[in-house]
């Protein structure tokens, strides 16, 4: 049980630290860019793609396309970006993410 705990808080805080990498890298100086903050959404985001069945439905169209509103949508509140914004922070979240697990091993939240 521990181990698993262990590996679920890792994963946690290499998918805060990416995502406060990615934001600060699309809007440098956001004060809203804070570790709480990343764990929140990085908790939230997380839930929501088990909630929105995208996890489990891959092969369907609406789970993604109701996980990519939510994601949108937390993210624009989180941070106070625009569509746009929010937009470029998934191109940079996936990139920073790959870099991630291509140089870790690590594959985040």
């Not at 705990?5 to 990615?22: C, D, K």
């Not at 934001?23 to 997380?46: D, H, I």
């Not at 929105?52 to 891959?58: D, K, P």
Request: charge should be positive; glycine fraction near 6%; aromatic fraction near 14%.
């Amino acid at each position: 049980m521990l181990k698993h705990l262990g590996a679920f808080l890792l994963r946690l805080a290499a998918s805060a630290v990416v995502l406060m990498l990615a934001v600060g890298w699309v809007t440098p100086g956001n004060s809203r860019n804070t570790v709480a903050r990343a764990v929140v959404v990085a908790l939230l985001l997380s839930v929501a793609w088990f909630v929105t069945l995208a996890r489990f439905l891959w092969f369907l169209l609406f789970p993604w396309l109701l996980y990519a509103a939510v994601w949108v949508g937390t993210v624009m509140v989180a941070y106070g970006l625009g569509f746009l914004q929010s937009l470029l922070l998934a191109l940079a979240l996936t990139f920073l993410t790959f870099l991630v697990s291509l140089v870790f091993g690590l594959e985040t939240l």
